[in-house]
């Protein structure tokens, strides 16, 4: 008989197939181990102030209550600052870096791929080596600036250092460069100006880029405890994850931990939510993401 | 931004849309990124390479002391030589290479399921990346705690494999693998979905090309299809892995809460230069520890670069 040629099982399949199994079986248990924590906290923030005392300790809660919640809502911080101004900090400083980055890397974006000038290679050139900048690296020359600037205990050191995304400027510029440059020049013809290009034809067509960004920046904002502990020393200007912190570092009786539990679920919870509303953009604009 | 606009439609007002009117209007569209840029970025790693030649107490100015600082570091600081060192090795080789195939592995095999079931999987796979500094250590510190009601602890006690509780966290002989496997847990990031794009994408009709060209086995398909058809993306997560590694290797000062770590059985560098930046105020040595990190980093994606990149660079 002869030996039928080797078929692969075919790279993304449309639907199941029995050969998939395999797969499923080796990935399982990664997914597990990963997912297992994020169960745990879950389970965690919801328990009663008895269930969280039982030895030895159960995973699962038994009598889910949202008394973790309320105790985090009533608590205020030694320096008699409420729970709610905290979030309220972290809300319009992640409000602000998305809007001013989502902003400054578009038009940087655009200017990057499609615009013609003198700097535009070198830039480009900068930008790919700086992919590989790691922030903590130059903790120390950064805060050096930062108090030159005058920026300690000022409110926007909180978004001025994220706007800079070398990562996001490249996502954005590789996906500007998909758009073909007969529909730009098109208009050009037709009398519109370089902003309303900007404006009107590219930022519609790179919303999943966008998307990207903004969930990047989100991510990296709305989770930086560091700027109100390194820079910050009026408490009212703190950010709440900065108050997670302390609520987690001081969290080692048996009932912090419940409260601990609680609020490092509203931490995580809006991350996994706009990722969730936006995996499909992300996914778009990863498959743009090459460096060539 | 109405400010923006009108300066902007006013130039073009002016002029008829010459070249030289493009490359202004390019400038003012590319300005507010590379300021911010040359703040946060360029100066910062500007001024550690100056701060490394110097002594610097934040009191006094700087004073120029050339080499000292990168000769004392290698001849004179034993906790770098002993500790700092191997540990930093240790801990970069295992979460970035081994990280970095484990995140190539995953994505590929998600690309061999179907579409609900794949998404569900790299959705659970991704989120530990979301999570933060602050959430993994309210969550690994309960996991790891010390005493019996840890509840790793509590499960290996019930199970007998050990007789009393260990402090996993506070161990010279575990605090460095259990940072390893957080990282790890929670490395699958921007780079793994990169790469689970590409391979979504490469086109159908190479593999069926590859099987009339005689590939037999899966094996055979990922490393003379797949991969070469997802360099760029192969690239970008690789550059990503390393970034990733060494910008999450703080975490044994979140997870035992002290730095130095005991016994600096999980002191990395950026807690090296932490240490002697905040803690002892010796800028200009932490400045050196850091330019020695950032060269690490660059020589890991040069490599990167050699490996994936295109040749005509």
Do not use: C, D, W
């Given at each position: 008989?002869?030996?039928?040629?080797?078929?692969?099982?075919?790279?993304?399949?449309?639907?199941?197939?029995?050969?998939?199994?395999?797969?499923?079986?080796?990935?399982?248990?990664?997914?597990?181990?990963?997912?297992?924590?994020?169960?745990?906290?879950?389970?965690?923030?919801?328990?009663?102030?008895?269930?969280?005392?039982?030895?030895?300790?159960?995973?699962?809660?038994?009598?889910?209550?949202?008394?973790?919640?309320?105790?985090?809502?009533?608590?205020?911080?030694?320096?008699?600052?409420?729970?709610?101004?905290?979030?309220?900090?972290?809300?319009?400083?992640?409000?602000?870096?998305?809007?001013?980055?989502?902003?400054?890397?578009?038009?940087?974006?655009?200017?990057?791929?499609?615009?013609n000038f003198k700097m535009k290679k070198t830039i480009n050139e900068i930008n790919t080596i700086a992919l590989m900048f790691v922030g903590i690296a130059v903790m120390i020359p950064r805060y050096l600036i930062i108090e030159k600037l005058g920026l300690i205990d000022n409110f926007f050191v909180h978004v001025l250092p994220y706007l800079a995304v070398p990562v996001g400027l490249f996502l954005v510029k590789q996906f500007i460069d998909q758009i073909p440059n007969e529909l730009i020049d098109a208009s050009r013809i037709d009398g519109a100006t370089e902003w309303q290009i900007y404006h009107k034809i590219i930022l519609p067509l790179i919303k999943p880029a966008i998307a990207t960004i903004v969930i990047l920046s989100f991510q990296t904002v709305w989770n930086s405890a560091d700027t109100s502990t390194t820079y910050i020393n009026n408490d009212v200007l703190k950010t709440f994850a900065f108050y997670m912190n302390t609520l987690t570092a001081n969290s080692n009786g048996v009932a912090g931990q419940g409260m601990a539990a609680a609020a490092s679920l509203i931490m995580f919870l809006p991350n996994l939510i706009i990722f969730i509303l936006m995996q499909s953009k992300v996914m778009d604009t990863m498959a743009h993401s090459g460096i060539k | 931004m109405i400010l923006l606009n009108s300066l902007l439609y006013r130039l073009k007002a002016k002029k008829s849309r010459g070249l030289k009117d493009q490359h202004t209007i390019a400038y003012l569209f590319v300005s507010p990124y590379l300021i911010m840029f040359s703040i946060f970025i360029v100066i910062p790693v500007i001024a550690a390479i100056y701060l490394s030649f110097t002594y610097f107490d934040t009191v006094r100015a700087p004073i120029l002391i050339g080499f000292g600082n990168y000769i004392n570091i290698l001849t004179n600081d034993d906790v770098f030589m002993q500790y700092v060192i191997p540990n930093t090795l240790k801990y970069a080789i295992i979460v970035g290479p081994g990280g970095y195939i484990l995140s190539f592995l995953l994505a590929w095999m998600l690309a061999q399921l179907a579409p609900r079931i794949r998404t569900v999987l790299a959705l659970i796979i991704y989120s530990p990346s979301l999570t933060s500094g602050v959430t993994m250590g309210v969550l690994w510190r309960v996991i790891f705690a010390g005493d019996n009601t840890g509840y790793l602890n509590s499960v290996l006690l019930n199970l007998g494999i050990i007789v009393e509780p260990i402090i996993w966290l506070q161990s010279q002989d575990f605090l460095l693998t259990i940072m390893i496997v957080v990282t790890l847990w929670s490395s699958m990031g921007v780079g793994f979905l990169a790469m689970l794009a590409g391979i979504l994408n490469v086109n159908q009709e190479l593999y069926e090309a590859g099987y009339i060209d005689g590939i037999k086995n899966k094996f055979q398909e990922m490393i003379y299809i797949t991969i070469p058809s997802i360099k760029p993306q192969m690239l970008f997560g690789a550059v990503m892995a390393i970034v990733g590694t060494f910008s999450a290797s703080g975490i044994g000062v979140a997870l035992s809460g002290s730095n130095p770590t005991p016994q600096y059985a999980g002191q990395l560098i950026v807690n090296h230069i932490e240490y002697y930046g905040f803690y002892k105020y010796e800028m200009g040595y932490a400045a050196a520890l850091s330019v020695i990190l950032l060269l690490i980093v660059y020589l890991f994606s040069r490599f990167a670069f050699k490996l994936f990149g295109s040749k005509d660079e």
């Open positions: 008989m002869r030996k039928q040629k080797f078929q692969g099982t075919k790279i993304n399949p449309k639907r199941f197939h029995k050969s998939q199994i395999r797969y499923i079986l080796i990935i399982m248990p990664i997914a597990l181990f990963m997912l297992l924590p994020l169960v745990y906290i879950f389970n965690h923030a919801f328990k009663p102030l008895e269930e969280l005392f039982y030895y030895p300790p159960r995973f699962f809660v038994e009598q889910p209550t949202l008394g973790n919640f309320v105790s985090l809502f009533q608590v205020t911080g030694s320096s008699g600052i409420p729970m709610s101004r905290y979030l309220f900090n972290s809300i319009i400083v992640t409000g602000l870096v998305l809007f001013a980055s989502v902003l400054i890397s578009t038009m940087a974006g655009y200017a990057l791929s499609k615009l | -």
